[in-house]
């Protein structure tokens, strides 16, 4: 699922290709849209990977589990269709506040979809594995990106990956966040549980320029009384339980 900047749009995706688009927070539905496989795809339905609304709220986009990727007006009304990723399933998707449209696939590459003469398709490979989620620092750069293989960071829109702390994580990552101010990283990881990086942007760039393994300016959450050895050691939090 998805919601809108302004919080008064929300988007969810269903495992049978049904987009519903719902006014927040009444939760009163705008529009479903039933979305049917291609031609030759060999199940009967499509499941939503991923939904992304732009910053504005005018508009959202899906990719489905067929490769599909369409675009939708607010209201649900289709503006395009099929943006297609070179034949891989894109499995995350997320609007650049610059225009860029990012996507990630099934074969670990991000890259730009839906080009325009000003942001034209731009790939690069990121894990061998599939790429599950993403996220943005507030400032426009790094693009945090998780998958099967871990977290990665990556200088946006250069590509150059950067050597940062959260970089050497390689368990599986299922989603990520990055606090408004930009000073907090969560990540969940698939096996349960979340790990949290803190420190400004400024001091990540620098710490990545000067390609420094370890720098007292990040920090990591730890739990009441455990001792934080080390500035980039990752400290287990306990997840979050149903009631």
């Known amino acids: 699922a998805a919601m809108s900047p302004d919080g008064q749009l929300l988007v969810s995706g269903s495992d049978s290709g049904t987009i519903t688009v719902y006014e927040a927070p009444g939760g009163k539905v705008i529009r479903q849209v039933k979305v049917l496989p291609l031609p030759g795809y060999q199940y009967r339905s499509v499941s939503t990977n991923a939904v992304a609304v732009d910053p504005q709220g005018h508009r959202f986009i899906a990719a489905f589990s067929d490769g599909q990727v369409r675009a939708y007006r607010r209201d649900g009304t289709e503006i395009d ?33 839906f080009p325009t003469a000003e942001h034209p398709v731009w ?9 599950r989620t993403l996220a943005l620092h507030p400032s426009g750069s790094p693009l945090f990106i998780g998958g099967a293989q871990g977290l990665r960071a990556m200088d ?38 979340f790990l949290f990086w803190r420190a400004g942007w400024q001091e990540w760039f620098a710490a990545a320029c000067d390609r420094l393994r370890q ?3 990040f920090t990591t959450l730890a739990k009441p009384g455990v001792t934080v050895d080390s500035a980039s050691t990752l400290i287990d939090v306990e997840p979050y339980r149903a009631y």
Not at 88 to 95: D, G, K, Y
């Open 215 to 217: 720098h007292e300016l």
């Open 123 to 131: 790939a690069v490979r990121v894990f061998a594995g599939l790429i």
């Open 81 to 113: 269709g099929d943006a297609g990723a070179g034949g891989a399933e894109i499995t995350a998707l997320f609007f650049h506040p610059h225009g860029e449209i990012i996507a990630g696939t099934s074969r670990g590459e991000v890259r730009t979809i």
């Open 156 to 193: 946006w829109p250069s590509g150059s990956l950067m050597d940062l702390p959260m970089s050497k994580l390689t368990t599986p990552v299922s989603a990520l966040a990055v606090s408004p101010d930009g000073r907090l990283l969560v990540a969940a990881r698939e096996q349960g549980g």
